[in-house]
């Protein structure tokens, strides 16, 4: 890096199921979408789906590494 360089935000990388690695915050973003929208109402059965296998534990352990960051 040289003077000019700057570091941006960090996006913590967790292992899904498959062990890819992907964004801990793309899982939270959309957690807290499908919360919004069952909010207003609005939360359609295939997201309901989507989200009601999502381990507890594991989104507070995003949750926690987001703040580390």
């Known amino acids: 890096m040289d003077y000019f360089s ?3 935000p960090i996006d ?3 292992q899904n199921k498959e ?3 992907v964004a801990a915050l793309g899982y939270l973003d959309k957690v807290h979408e ?3 929208k069952s909010s207003r ?3 359609t ?4 789906l989507m989200i009601k296998d999502l ?3 594991e989104l507070r352990s995003y ?3 987001k703040d580390l960051t």
């Open 55 to 57: 381990d507890l534990a």
């Open 41 to 43: 109402g609005v939360l």
């Open 12 to 14: 913590p990388q967790v």
């Open 63 to 65: 949750e926690q590494a």
């Open 34 to 36: 499908a919360i919004e």
């Open 6 to 8: 700057v570091l941006g």
């Open 19 to 21: 062990g890819k690695w």
């Open 45 to 48: 059965d295939a997201e309901y």
